[in-house]
């Protein structure tokens, strides 16, 4: 049913479709007029002729299709390649793991797919087509908004809902009346009025298609001008704003060091609580709170920085990233001078906080010393004799070391990870096959190094948290872009476009109607204005109709007597009057043919 | 009540809504085979039909009303395209108060889990499902009081008892605490509006479903069903409301990301199949206004976008590395 988008042949040359008011359509799109067939040896084409081919192949509904199809393909294998924006890691292990595919991940961009020239191809081509599509429709529908409605056809009787009420050239006014109530714009051509309505669902379908452009242009060049930054901090220090406090720092290609807003931050303490009740859970976080002072212009403010609730600092978006574990370690060379004491940040291996760290102190001892260690909050044993934690919070923290000497390789120049040790060119002198043990620490416990190097003392342990620091100047305009498009969307695909006629005929009221567009409540308002125009005086016919209760008539202005107020409204009833006639008729039918059940 | 109680009690209602799931199933089957085994021209069904509306208007003055159903899809009139939707058979009856029992102890089991849980039935995969699966049914059982889709109820209960046995035996896990990042109202928006979302196209699909079915073949039980241009009208309505839920559940996910994350947008593997699934069904819906799209391959766009929610909550959640590591398992 839906008498929607293709009014058949008969309404087609009834009420000549194809008005200038009409939404403009690509030529494949069902609204449009049918092409010509096309004849076998047309006149050959020009340059002109095919670049006016080639657009309007670009412009058409078929290859908007096509692309966006290839659109939802080409995003798929960043879904199951690692890429490097979401996952650099990833992207390291995969080459590593498949040297020989390598080139092929290189040559497709296959860790860059959203940024790939073969990805921007498709969806340059599709905004390319959606402008095409767009400008026109936009200055036609313009017009259209500025037009009267679409002349009267000559017959009605072949139209959606036809149908005649009593009443004369008099009614007219009140007919009028009436569609502009209902939102109609009206004109009169004769003895008939000519209503149509809806705009505004071309109004929402152009918006929308023009929101999307400009999201893609507010995402592609706002995000330039951005930057994000990630610090560790340990808890009682505190990191600036600027570039070189950053542990890593991307920015947009038109980013200017200058716009890095003068704060800084201190992570005063962080907060992570633990399920402590819940067998199956135990140990699982359950909230994790940076408190944090922040300087602005020498003034200092206490904030918190959650992980669903960002910190706003002038500007800045600040997130908790994630935390751990850093020990304080000091090291005293053999005559008891300190020569090493930091807070050194350990990186969680697992749930419950086994981390592991580096530390290398290539000065102030006789040799250069590496360590390399696993701290563990809360520390229990395997079945294998191996140390591991059990736990996420401190309950019985211990620091176990491995000790190596030789050359840390600091001097080559080659830039190194603070997280990982170079052992190829050191002698392990404490744990794994060294014959000695490795070196076990609780918390204020001082141990020697094996060959009277010195002594290593474990201070005390805090909590480190990462933070992000965000600037992305496009947040606020993508949002109300996207809740433009959302609305527009709804306005779109919801509010029906119509046009109803009233014609006076031979001492009645002619009325029907034809939809433009997707629209299953068109019977449902001719038969309405059907009943705003007879008033009690059509009780009777009426009468017959009122059989159907299921055609929820929300206004029932008037009748009074004969329709049952069923109030479903329009919209959500969204009926489907042809279809419930229909099933009025099926119990009818079910009536007669009820032998057969 | 301790928190593991109910939660065993939530299983039990669960296995239960199952089950009943199950006789459901077998009625709407046993309704479907008898509809099949009945012989009727449709030429004389039709033109049953036609005197009963004309009765049922009681001669009222609509020339033109009776051809309706068809008059939407010129060139595309099957032989049955003036057949009504069909009136409930018995089995259909029992099947549909099966499903809506079922239904009832389905949600049962859900609001428990809630219960046992402390919070929103739906932070794994486990609850997904449950609760996914729940507001699928929901969405057919509702739809009832806006049109009789009684010959979708084979599709739905079938694949409720499919879906709770999978969910059920493979993604069962006790209920936990909400780990931080999940802990925003938005889980409450999002993710429901995202199984909202679900229900609507599955009804949609297992209508698009039909349509080809019916498309191709119009014999035995097929042809109590509605014509097809009428099953795609239908599906399309349906679909657009489960675009526009998802619309809707791609912004929302990208506040949140925001939020938690600090960016709205990051190409996360979940966030990419989200955006799948949303172009799938951009090009559904273009492909229902385009002449030679329109029909059977704009349906199997339909089924194609429910088929990728279906293999994003499955194989992409249990899988695919991403930060939306929510599966529980
Ligand atoms: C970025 C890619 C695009 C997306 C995501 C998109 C999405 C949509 C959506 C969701 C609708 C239905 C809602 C509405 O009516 O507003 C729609 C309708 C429409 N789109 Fe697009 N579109 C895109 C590109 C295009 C292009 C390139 C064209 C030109 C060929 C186009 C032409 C149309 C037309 C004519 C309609 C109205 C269909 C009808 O009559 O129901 N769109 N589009």
């Known amino acids: 049913m839906s008498p929607s988008s293709s009014p058949g042949p008969d309404a087609a040359s009834a009420a000549d479709t194809a008005s200038a008011n009409d939404p403009m359509r690509p030529g494949d799109h069902v609204d449009a007029p049918a092409p010509e067939p096309r004849s076998g040896s047309g006149p050959k084409l020009g340059i002109v002729g095919w670049l006016r081919f080639l657009w309007r192949q670009l412009t058409s509904m078929r290859t908007a299709i096509v692309l966006l199809l290839l659109l939802a393909v080409g995003a798929i294998p960043g879904s199951l390649v690692p890429q490097r924006s979401s996952d650099p890691n990833g992207v390291i292990q995969v080459r590593a793991d498949n040297p020989d595919l390598v080139w092929f991940y290189d040559a497709l961009s296959l860790h860059d797919v959203y940024g790939s020239p073969w990805f921007s191809a498709i969806y340059i081509l599709l905004f390319t087509s959606l402008v095409g599509c767009v400008v026109p429709r936009l200055a036609h529908h313009w017009r259209a908004m500025r037009a009267k409605p679409p002349r009267t056809p000559a017959r009605l009787s072949r139209l959606v809902g036809f149908q005649t009420v009593p009443g004369d050239a008099s009614d007219l006014d009140r007919a009028e009346g009436a569609l502009r109530k209902l939102g109609y714009r009206t004109a009169r051509y004769g003895e008939s009025i000519s209503a149509e309505r809806g705009y505004l669902r071309e109004s929402g379908n152009l918006l929308f298609h023009i929101a999307l452009l400009a999201m893609i242009l507010v995402v592609g060049l706002g995000s330039g001008f951005g930057y994000n930054g990630q610090r560790l901090v340990v808890e009682g220090r505190s990191f600036a704003n600027t570039l070189s406090s950053y542990d890593t720092f991307d920015s947009g290609q038109w980013f200017d060091d200058a716009s890095l807003a003068p704060f800084s931050v201190q992570l005063d303490d962080l907060d992570v609580v633990y399920e402590t009740e819940n067998l199956n859970a135990i140990g699982a976080p359950l909230d994790f709170t940076a408190h944090v002072s922040v300087t602005e212009d020498g003034v200092s403010r206490e904030a918190q920085i959650k992980v669903n609730e960002p910190l706003n600092v002038d500007g800045a978006d600040l997130y908790l990233i994630s935390n751990g574990y850093a020990p304080r370690i000091s090291v005293r060379d053999a005559e008891g001078e300190v020569v090493y004491d930091e807070y050194t940040p350990f990186l969680a291996q697992d749930d419950n906080m086994t981390s592991l760290g580096v530390m290398k102190l290539p000065d102030g001892l006789a040799e250069q010393l590496g360590l390399r260690g696993f701290f563990y909050p809360t520390t229990g044993q395997l079945e294998s004799g191996a140390f591991t934690s059990i736990y996420p919070d401190l309950a019985n923290p211990v620091l176990s070391l491995q000790a190596f000497t030789g050359d840390l390789g600091l001097d080559a120049g080659v830039p190194r990870s603070v997280y990982a040790l170079e052992t190829d060119e050191m002698t392990q002198i404490a744990g794994g096959d060294s014959g000695t043990d490795a070196l076990m620490l609780a918390p204020g416990q001082t141990v020697d190094i094996p060959g009277g190097l010195g002594t290593i003392t474990f201070e005390d342990v805090r909590r480190y948290g990462v933070i992000d620091v965000h600037v992305d100047y496009t947040q606020t305009a993508v949002f109300w872009i996207a809740v433009t498009i959302l609305v527009s969307l709804l306005g779109s695909l919801l509010i029906p476009r119509r046009r109803l006629w009233v014609k006076v005929a031979g001492g009645r009221l002619e009325l029907a109607g034809l939809a433009r567009g997707e629209d299953p409540t068109l019977e449902r308002a001719v038969d309405d204005l059907a009943k705003r125009l007879a008033g009690d005086g059509a009780a009777a016919a009426d009468a017959g109709r009122a059989g159907d209760p299921a055609l929820g008539r929300p206004t029932a202005a008037g009748t009074g007597v004969a329709a049952p107020e069923v109030g479903r409204p329009t919209a959500t009833g969204s009926g489907v009057a042809a279809d419930d006639a229909g099933s009025a008729g099926s119990t009818g039918a079910s009536g007669g043919t009820g032998t057969r059940e | ?329």
């Open chain 2, 1 to 329: 009540m301790p928190a593991a109680e109910l939660d065993s009690y939530s299983l039990l209602l669960v296995y239960s809504a199952m089950a009943v799931y199950t006789l459901a199933f077998l009625a709407y089957a046993v309704d479907a085979a008898r509809r099949s085994s009945v012989k009727a021209a449709p030429a004389e069904s039709r033109e049953l039909v036609g005197a009963g509306a004309a009765a049922s208007v009681a001669g009222a003055a609509v020339p033109g009303r009776s051809s309706t159903p068809a008059s939407s899809a010129p060139g595309r009139g099957d032989a049955s395209a003036t057949a009504p939707i069909a009136a409930a058979g018995r089995g259909a009856r029992i099947g549909f108060t099966l499903t809506v029992l079922a239904w009832a102890l389905h949600l049962g089991g859900a609001i428990l889990r809630g219960l046992a849980a402390g919070r929103v039935p739906w932070s794994n995969m486990y609850e997904f499902a449950i609760t996914g699966i729940a507001v699928m049914v929901g969405v057919f059982v509702l739809s009832r009081l806006w049109k009789d889709l009684n010959f979708l109820g084979v599709f739905f209960t079938g694949l409720a008892t499919v879906f709770l046995g999978v969910a059920t035996v493979n993604y069962y896990v006790a209920p936990t605490p909400l780990p931080p990042a999940l802990q925003s109202y938005w889980l409450v928006i999002h993710v429901f509006v995202a199984t909202l979302a679900t229900g609507f196209f599955g009804l949609g699909t297992g209508l698009s479903i039909l349509q080809l079915i019916k498309d191709r073949r119009d014999n035995g039980f097929l042809r109590s069903l509605p014509a097809s241009a009428q099953l795609e009208d239908l599906a399309y309505r349906v679909g657009v409301i489960g675009f526009i839920l998802w619309t809707f559940t791609l912004m929302a996910g990208a506040v949140w990301a925001e939020h938690a994350w600090g960016r709205y947008w990051g190409w996360d593997t979940k966030e990419v199949w989200t955006f799948v699934i949303w172009v799938v069904y951009a090009g559904y819906v273009h492909a229902r206004a385009t002449r030679g799209w329109r029909g059977s391959r704009s349906a199997w766009l339909q089924i194609i976008g429910f088929a990728a929610i279906i293999f994003n909550f499955t194989i992409v959640n249990q899988f695919f590395a991403g930060l939306h590591a929510y599966s529980g398992l």
